[in-house]
């Protein structure tokens, strides 16, 4: 089993940067590939970005590409998001997810495993 742990939400104005991590646990996520989901009030949830397992491979929502980006720390068992130039559209739950497959299929399959997720608002 994989347990994830999202960090670094909170309340931030239009145009600053939140850096998000996820951390797991239980057993390595070195071969597993990792996302970051979000789900918005009253909307379905959407994957913002994914990462292959060595981290060679991306994947970004048109939504998002050129203000965030996601990397992982294999050594650390821990994966990001790094989001700049925020929108108050960007506000929502955002969740960390892990599977054995590849960035591009984390936007198609549902994920193993999900963390909780973390809470972002972003203020105009």
């Known amino acids: 089993q994989v347990q994830l742990v999202e960090s670094g939400g909170g309340l931030v104005q239009a145009g600053g940067s939140l850096r998000l991590s996820c951390a797991a646990s239980g057993r390595t996520v070195s071969n597993y590939a990792m996302a970051w989901f979000r789900q918005a009030p009253g909307k379905e949830r959407q994957i913002v970005a994914a990462?292959?397992?060595?981290?060679?491979?991306?994947y970004y929502a048109d939504s998002v590409k050129g203000r965030f980006t996601i990397s992982r720390d294999n050594a650390k068992n821990t994966a990001y998001l790094q989001m700049n130039s925020l929108k108050p559209e960007d506000t929502a739950v955002y969740y960390c997810a892990a599977d054995r497959t590849t960035a591009q299929a984390m936007g198609v399959i549902m994920p193993d495993y999900w963390g909780r997720g973390t809470q972002v608002t972003v203020s105009s």
């Open positions: 990462i292959s397992w060595s981290g060679g491979n991306t």
